[in-house]
């Protein structure tokens, strides 16, 4: 049975830092994309930042670069993302997902809330 559970949420105050984190199990970690998304009330999900299987390339939606870091940790199993200069618009509910790189396997946590406010 395939399960990630994310944790590291929390309030914090805007310039304030997080780091989150996703534990896999269940599924061949170096076989898949890791990826962390978020979604805010009322707007779209977003894709925030991937690692791909091969864990030398990692992409970044705009608004965070600069300001957040994936990595993973093959032995444990596990994907962090490290926010920096957190802003009030980086409030959401953040995901991951491991996709497998054949598109075969598609798997989500159930996410951790992050709210940015002084």
């Known amino acids: 049975q395939v399960q990630l559970v994310e944790s590291g949420g929390g309030l914090v105050q805007p310039g304030g830092s997080l780091r989150l984190s996703c534990e896999a199990s269940?599924?061949?970690?170096?076989?898949?994309?890791m990826s962390w998304y978020r979604q805010a009330p009322g707007k779209e999900r977003e894709l925030v930042a991937t690692?791909?299987?091969?864990?030398?390339?990692?992409n970044y939606a705009d608004s965070v670069k600069g300001r957040f870091t994936i990595s993973r940790d093959i032995v444990t199993k596990t994907i962090y993302l490290q926010m920096n200069s957190l802003k009030s618009e980086d409030t959401a509910v953040y995901s991951c997902?491991?996709?497998?790189?054949?598109?075969?396997?598609?798997?989500w946590g159930q996410g951790t809330q992050v709210t940015v406010s002084s």
């Open positions: 997902r491991a996709l497998h790189l054949t598109g075969r396997g598609d798997y």
């Open positions: 269940g599924i061949i970690f170096s076989n898949y994309h």
């Open positions: 690692i791909y299987a091969t864990g030398q390339i990692t």
